[in-house]
Structure formats: structure tokens, C-alpha cells
């Protein structure tokens, strides 16, 4: 199986980014996705998730009012559009498998499969 992610760069404050996670190898409408990130010199943290069918999704406090997560199971993606982008939201940012299809969690423990990552820059 694989999770690839695409879309990452560079923007200014203010500006916005959707990050793309595309998945294959296995059926992804059986599993919740998620959004984490890294920024440098800290330990990765929760973004955003989205159960398998689409009807639960879950923002992190510090970006909520600024993200938006969506699925097309059809193409096998899951989109994550962020917005009014802060320097504080660079890093890297990762999408995951979640390891059960029932509703999804901001936790780490509950990913089983993970992508490389995507670089997000967000100059001041």
C-alpha cells in the first residue's frame, strides 16, 4: 500500500495551500485519513481527519476556521484545504492511514500506514 502526498510549497501569510493525499493498494472507503505535521524542532502533531465514508471529519484546535477536508473514494484522494496560512503552520505535513473505518481520531496511535510527507512553507 501507499499514501503519497503532493501539493505542499511555498506561500505567504495569508495565502492558502490544498494538500492532496492519494492512496493506493488497498480500498481506501474502508479507512479513516488523516492530516499530521512537523514542524521543525517539534514532534509531529494532528491536523485534520476524515472517516472512511465522509460523514465525521476532525480539525485541531490551532486550525480550525482555516481547514477543510474532503474524500473522493472514486479517485482514491483526500483533500486538505487550508487557508489565511500562518509562518506557525510550516513544516512538514503527512497523511496517514487510519488503522479502522469507524469514525477517525486525531491520535497517532490509530494510524497504521504512512505517507513521506509533503513540505509547507509559509513565509511572514
Known amino acids: 500500500l501507499m499514501l503519497e502526498e503532493s501539493g505542499g510549497g511555498l506561500v505567504q501569510s495569508g495565502g492558502s495551500l490544498t494538500l492532496v493525499c492519494e492512496a493506493s493498494g488497498f480500498p481506501p472507503d474502508n479507512y479513516g485519513i488523516g492530516w499530521f505535521r512537523q514542524a521543525p524542532g517539534k514532534e509531529r502533531e494532528g491536523v485534520s481527519c476524515?472517516?472512511?465514508?465522509?460523514?465525521?471529519?476532525n480539525y485541531a484546535t490551532s486550525m480550525k476556521g482555516r481547514l477543510t477536508i474532503s474524500r473522493d473514494n472514486a479517485k482514491k484522494t483526500v483533500h486538505l484545504q487550508m487557508n489565511s496560512l500562518k509562518p506557525e503552520d510550516t513544516g512538514v505535513y503527512y497523511c496517514?492511514?487510519?488503522?479502522?473505518?469507524?469514525?477517525?481520531?486525531?491520535?497517532?496511535?490509530?494510524?497504521?500506514?504512512w505517507g513521506q510527507g509533503t513540505q509547507v512553507t509559509v513565509s511572514s
Open positions: 476524515i472517516s472512511s465514508s465522509g460523514d465525521t471529519t
Open positions: 496517514a492511514r487510519m488503522g479502522y473505518p469507524v469514525g477517525c481520531l486525531l491520535e497517532e496511535r490509530v494510524y497504521d500506514a
